[in-house]
């Protein structure tokens, strides 16, 4: 230990994030990489998931929904006997079909950090800034950013492109998505 170590006071040694000595921690893996923060420097050198992973993911991903979609609210709807073929932005079909989408996206990146697709292909969306996720983060990533990137859907190419292989509601939101299995190895190497 130094001796800057020696003259901190109990209270100073509880407030330590686990930064200050990884080696120290005696807490199971999972809480372990759910308390770890991982500042921007910390989140470049992890493997950063690239366009094609993502975009894999993302099909997964309207898969879900879309079975979600067929399983779910189109037999509600057959069963109230409401038109299904109305296609205007504000049916209620298609304002249901929008909260499914949204929510579906919003819901698993803040308690879960990753959609079914990303867990699939080992991904998990991180903040650069922040040690977890919090919920303007996701909402505006996930809803806002999501909906400009579909809007213009050129702009999910982006990812290609980026240094830090982000998408145009990733910089927005400072998020990247990384490869799981990467953080928790490295992590645990570092112990």
Same mark, same amino acid.
């Given at each position: 230990?130094?001796?800057?170590?020696?003259?901190?006071?109990?209270?100073?040694t509880?407030?330590?994030?686990?930064?200050?000595d990884?080696?120290?921690?005696?807490?199971?893996?999972?809480?372990?990489?759910?308390?770890? /923060?991982?500042?921007?420097?910390?989140?470049?050198?992890? /493997?950063?998931?690239?366009?094609?992973?993502r975009?894999?993911?993302?099909?997964?991903?309207?898969?879900?929904?879309?079975?979600?979609?067929?399983?779910?609210?189109k037999?509600?709807?057959?069963?109230l006997?409401?038109?299904?073929?109305?296609?205007?932005?504000?049916?209620?079909?298609?304002?249901?079909?929008?909260?499914?989408?949204?929510?579906?996206?919003?819901?698993?990146?803040?308690?879960?950090? /990753?959609? $079914?697709?990303?867990?699939?292909?080992?991904?998990?969306?991180?903040?650069?800034?922040?040690?977890?996720?919090?919920?303007?983060?996701?909402?505006?990533?996930?809803?806002?950013?999501?909906? $400009?990137?579909?809007?213009?859907?050129i702009?999910?190419?982006l990812? /290609?492109?980026?240094?830090?292989?982000?998408?145009?509601?990733?910089?927005?939101?400072?998020?990247?998505v990384?490869?799981?299995?990467?953080?928790?190895?490295?992590?645990?190497?570092?112990?």
């Amino acid at each position: 230990m130094s001796e800057f170590d020696h003259n901190r006071t109990d209270e100073e040694t509880e407030t330590l994030s686990i930064k200050d000595d990884p080696s120290s921690i005696s807490e199971p893996k999972d809480q372990y990489l759910e308390r770890a /923060a991982i500042p921007e420097e910390a989140a470049r050198s992890f /493997a950063t998931a690239g366009f094609w992973m993502r975009f894999w993911a993302y099909l997964l991903d309207l898969i879900v929904i879309g079975s979600i979609d067929r399983l779910l609210i189109k037999p509600v709807f057959r069963l109230l006997d409401f038109q299904l073929h109305d296609t205007s932005m504000f049916a209620p079909i298609s304002i249901l079909f929008a909260i499914v989408f949204y929510g579906y996206f919003v819901l698993m990146t803040k308690y879960f950090g /990753a959609t $079914i697709g990303k867990m699939v292909f080992g991904l998990r969306v991180i903040s650069v800034k922040r040690d977890r996720l919090t919920w303007g983060t996701v909402l505006f990533r996930e809803w806002i950013g999501r909906y $400009i990137s579909a809007t213009v859907a050129i702009l999910y190419i982006l990812v /290609a492109f980026m240094p830090k292989k982000q998408g145009l509601h990733d910089v927005f939101a400072d998020t990247t998505v990384i490869h799981e299995r990467r953080l928790e190895t490295e992590s645990f190497s570092n112990l």
